[in-house]
Nanobody
């Protein structure tokens, strides 16, 4: 299973970005999908997840700013990020884990390469 993340870039504080993750597998609908991020000098942390049936969960620091969604026809998962803050600057990773419900832990089976998000003040 290969994951390809895209959509990162440079944005001013208060702006928005959409991240996309395309998953190469014929059984995409069987996977719970997650987004994580890692800032320089910090550990990787959970951002958001969406289950096979579309249930979602977000980290507390998201506070309604980010929205995760999936398209099982296109094998994609999207992270819409609004009201971005400087502290959202990080490399964002998408991840997949099969045959589970909504999963928020670190033990995803497959990971993408990451996409850089930089928020300037």
């Amino acid at each position: 299973v290969q994951l390809q993340a895209s959509g990162g870039g440079l944005v001013q504080a208060g702006g928005s970005l959409r991240l996309f993750c395309t998953v190469a597998t014929p059984t995409f609908s069987n996977y719970c999908m997650g987004w994580f991020r890692q800032a320089p000098g910090k550990e990787r942390e959970f951002v958001a997840a969406i289950s096979r049936k579309g249930r979602t969960a977000n980290a507390d620091f998201v506070k309604g700013r980010f929205t995760i969604s999936r398209d099982n026809e296109k094998n994609t998962v999207e992270l819409l990020m609004n009201s971005l803050k400087v502290e959202d600057t990080a490399v964002y990773f998408c991840a997949a884990i099969p045959n589970t419900g909504l999963y928020l832990g670190p033990s995803y089976h497959y990971w993408g390469q990451g996409t850089q998000v930089t928020v300037s003040s």
